[in-house]
């Protein structure tokens, strides 16, 4: 498995930024695929998940509104569209994979209930 994030950069306050998250080696529609942060000195927190087919999503409450996490089954490819971006925003962005193992699935926001992770790519927002 293979999950390979690009997109990050340097962005003033307000900008937008696109991610994407590259997978191979996984059934990708039978993955809930999420997002993580991890800024310096911190630990690494949720930002979004999304479930298989795209059909649900969750978010932690500090980007409800400003992002939107979205997938590409033709592709296997996740995305997170970051807009209004604050510094705060300012951390490495992991994707992850979670591997759905029943119907009654929900969306984790834990790290330790993703199988899979990507490298990061760093975003940091000015003032």
């Known amino acids: 498995v293979q999950l390979q994030a690009s997109g990050g950069g340097l962005v003033q306050a307000g900008g937008s930024l696109r991610l994407s998250c590259a997978t191979s080696?996984?059934?990708?529609?039978?993955?809930?695929m999420a997002w993580f942060r991890q800024a310096l000195g911190k630990e690494r927190e949720f930002v979004a998940a999304?479930?298989?087919?795209?059909?649900?999503?969750k978010y932690v409450d500090s980007v409800k509104g400003r992002f939107t996490i979205s997938r590409d089954s033709a592709t296997n490819t996740v995305f997170l569209q970051m807009n209004s971006l604050k510094p705060e925003d300012t951390a490495v962005y992991y994707c992850?994979?979670?591997?759905?193992?029943?119907?009654?699935?929900?969306?984790?926001?834990?790290?330790?209930?993703?199988?899979?992770w990507g490298q990061g790519t760093q975003v940091t927002v000015s003032s």
């Open positions: 992850a994979a979670d591997k759905i193992r029943s119907v009654y699935y929900v969306l984790s926001d834990k790290v330790t209930d993703y199988d899979a």
């Open positions: 080696g996984l059934f990708f529609d039978s993955n809930v």
């Open positions: 999304s479930g298989g087919g795209g059909r649900n999503t």
